[in-house]
């Protein structure tokens, strides 16, 4: 699936997760939910030398809590945050203008069963090693939440 990245490269989901166990992340700068870029951060440097990569994917869709430039969010989520792990361009989750990654990952239901739009920032979608999703967490769920890093080290173990 073709994608940018935030700089503006062109390249494919598949060479974003390298065939690694990927967390994609709709995420904002200006929103109640960004300091969950630390854990995101800490779940990269945990479980990024064992196949992991989280997948930051900007979005300003959510009450304009995304309003910067690529050169704003690179430099905000490096120097804010230490954000290591990959960030695509600004895209659209939901409507209309929807990216296809989001409308592949969408349809994917969270615990509960709901499927569907994103509901916020910082929704988290886990991949499998071959691109499969294996499980979606709302924005409230931590990063450091039990179930997302039971979810991470069972796809690792598999």
Same mark, same amino acid.
């Given at each position: 699936?073709?994608i940018n990245t935030l700089?503006g490269?062109a390249?494919t ?16 700068s200006?929103?109640?939910?960004? =300091?969950?870029?630390?854990a995101?951060e ?5 479980y990024?030398s064992r196949? /992991?990569?989280v ?5 300003n869709?959510?009450a304009?809590q995304?309003?910067g430039t690529?050169?704003?969010i ?9 954000v290591? /792990? =990959?960030?695509?361009e ?5 409507? =209309?203008?929807?990216?296809?990654l989001y409308a592949?990952?969408?349809?994917f239901?969270?615990a ?7 509901q916020?920032? /910082?929704e ?8 499969e999703?294996v499980?979606? /967490?709302? =924005? ?8 997302i ?7 690792l173990?598999a």
């Amino acid at each position: 699936m073709k994608i940018n990245t935030l700089d503006g490269t062109a390249t494919t989901l598949e060479e974003l997760t390298g065939g690694k166990v990927a967390l994609v992340v709709n995420v904002a700068s200006k929103c109640g939910l960004t =300091p969950q870029y630390t854990a995101l951060e800490q779940l990269q440097q945990q479980y990024g030398s064992r196949g /992991f990569t989280v997948i930051g994917v900007p979005c300003n869709q959510f009450a304009g809590q995304e309003p910067g430039t690529a050169d704003d969010i690179q430099t905000f989520c490096s120097t804010t945050y230490g954000v290591t /792990f =990959p960030m695509t361009e600004k895209l659209e989750v939901n409507g =209309p203008g929807k990216h296809p990654l989001y409308a592949e990952l969408t349809e994917f239901a969270d615990a509960e069963g709901n499927a569907g739009d994103v509901q916020w920032n /910082f929704e988290k979608f886990l991949l499998s090693a071959k691109g499969e999703v294996v499980a979606r /967490f709302r =924005p409230t769920v931590e990063p450091a939440d039990e179930k997302i890093t039971s979810a991470i080290e069972s796809q690792l173990n598999a």
